[in-house]
């Protein structure tokens, strides 16, 4: 029997675009109109329980995006680059764990990359209008032009993510392979992926099709397991099936529960709008006391003044 | 009564009117490399601080300029500043006469300065502007250090960044309130601005401000003989 979500073969015919301007709902530092229509939500689920790590998905990607990541060294695990760079948009990052209860050594691999926040924090901390983007169907995506460097995007986000390249200095980082999503295609990820541990569909689907991964999981004795879709980012499009989801920091140190840190909300919120306030009010200040008060001069007596205690003590 | 606050350089021309010199080449000269490059690092900063001043980055040459030549004008300023510290922090030292001349404050703002006790080189105010600038650019190159990506990206963690980012922000617009304080101070005290530009100060301006301080450049140059000063 055919795999249900199997990806739609390459076009062999001229596509047309069917993502653009008109669909984002977000732009940073800037607004866009509210778009016209609005497209099926979209994600990507990577079942972390069915993964081989053979990295057939970095690969792809690197194929895809025209990437080539420069040779690095052994850092003494399997993780190979051992981070995300601008080259490496997606890592497999292998955790030993021994599970308490079973005494049994878990291999625990976990594909990392841009999880595509309903919430975005990198959009939310980035100063440049238009350098980020999210479409309607839930893609979080980088617009390179507009990209100014600055790295707020890395402080903006909850997972740790972009990257900044410091050939170009613009940021870089999974884009959900918008282009293939574009033209009616999935991500070349999860196309490569040997296992169908990486399923692209649209999020109801993706939900449902979890579900069924999770009664499965629980049958075979993994009673913890579940879907990884945290409320405090207002969900992502990037999903995950874990076997131990009451504890997702054992899967190199996927955050329990994510969200824009309130620093960063500090930082975006109240301050951007009390600092120009502030600054309003100081400079309304010396213009009205200047409107009020009048200039501070001296007076023809002080000159004198100044005068007679000069001369007085010179004679 | 030892002459704590008069400067090098600072010195009397008797004559019609009085005029005093107040800040050396030097010092002007340090003193306006500190105030541009504070103007530049404002404008700059603004426009990545909010979306709506975002189009200042023009005058740098676009975002990616603007990115990368802002903390090198904070190197400048840090510099410069710190010379400026050297030059003046012992007459910025604070003295029981501010506590009084700051609870006047009311007499200041109301230009009755005649209600006020006799004050040296600085008064309350200007070290106020003087202590907390230097505070603030402290905690400026401090933050904007762990926030220079491009050559400090591994020395913090993200945490750390996120701190620093919001520090460097509230002391960016801070300093930028003490700055206006400072410019407008100057401009609303007529006769200060020549103190900077060509050096000196009118007799009467330093009567009726920094009486104190005359004062002591008048005796003091009585104790030390009045040859040079005479024109």
Request: proline share 6%.
């Amino acid at each position: 029997m055919a795999f249900e979500f199997e990806l739609p073969p390459p076009p062999t015919e001229n596509v047309t675009s069917n993502l653009g301007e008109a669909d984002w709902v977000r732009r940073s530092a800037s607004s866009v109109p509210p778009p016209s229509r609005q497209l099926t939500p979209v994600a990507k689920l990577i079942d972390v329980s069915k993964c081989i790590g053979c990295k057939a998905c970095q690969s792809a990607c690197m194929q895809w995006n025209d990437l080539r990541q420069p040779i690095g060294v052994n850092v003494g695990a399997y993780d190979n680059p051992s981070d995300l760079t601008p080259e490496s948009l997606t890592v497999m990052r292998f955790t030993e764990w021994v599970n308490p209860q079973t005494n049994n050594l878990e291999w625990l691999i976990r594909k990392d990359g841009c999880m595509h926040c309903a919430d975005p924090g990198c959009l939310k901390a980035c100063p440049a209008p238009g350098a980020i983007v999210q479409y309607s169907n839930g893609i979080v995506d980088f617009v390179h032009e507009n990209c100014i460097g600055c790295g707020y995007c890395i402080k903006g986000c909850p997972f740790n993510i972009p990257r900044i390249s410091p050939v170009d200095h613009k940021a870089y980082k999974c884009t959900l392979c918008s282009d293939r999503v574009a033209v009616g295609q999935g991500p070349a990820c999860a196309k490569a992926c040997p296992t169908h541990a990486i399923v692209f569909g649209t999020k109801e689907e993706m939900t449902k099709h979890a579900q069924e991964r999770i009664t499965d999981l629980k049958s075979r004795g993994y009673e913890n397991a579940g879907l990884y879709d945290p409320p405090g980012v207002g969900g992502t499009h990037v999903m995950y099936v874990l076997h131990h989801a009451d504890q997702p920091q054992i899967y190199a140190d996927l955050p329990k529960d994510p969200r824009i840190s309130p620093i960063v909300q500090l930082w975006k919120g109240v301050t951007k709008y009390a600092g120009l306030t502030a600054i309003a009010a100081f400079a309304a200040f010396g213009f009205l006391h200047h409107l009020v008060q009048g200039p501070n001069r001296v007076t023809r007596e002080d000159e004198q003044n100044a005068k007679r205690l000069t001369e007085g003590s010179t004679s | 009564m030892s002459a704590y606050d008069v400067e090098s350089g600072d010195q009397l021309h008797p004559g019609d009117p009085v005029t005093v010199d107040r800040y050396t080449t030097r010092a002007r000269l340090n003193h306006w490399i500190t105030a541009i490059s504070l103007v530049l690092l404002a404008l700059s900063g603004l426009a990545l601080f909010h979306p709506s001043l975002f189009f200042l980055t023009g005058l740098f040459g676009g975002g990616q300029m603007t990115r990368m030549i802002h903390p090198w004008i904070g190197v400048v300023l840090f510099v410069s500043f710190f010379a400026l510290f050297v030059r003046f922090w012992r007459a910025n030292l604070w003295r029981s006469v501010d506590l009084t001349w700051l609870a006047r404050l009311g007499a200041v703002l109301g230009n009755h300065e005649e209600r006020l006790p006799e004050v040296g080189k600085y008064n309350a105010g200007q070290k106020l502007v003087f202590w907390s600038m230097s505070a603030l650019i402290v905690a400026l190159i401090s933050s904007g250090l762990v926030i220079w990506d491009q050559y400090f990206f591994s020395y913090s963690t993200l945490e750390q960044k996120q701190i620093a980012v919001l520090i460097h922000s509230i002391a960016a617009i801070m300093a930028i309130c003490v700055w206006i304080v400072h410019v407008y101070a100057a401009i609303w005290v007529r006769g200060t601005i020549r103190a900077m530009t060509r050096g000196s100060v009118t007799g009467g301006w330093a009567w009726k401000h920094h009486r104190k301080w005359l004062k002591e450049l008048v005796t003091g140059k009585t104790k030390h003989g009045r040859t040079q000063a005479v024109p």
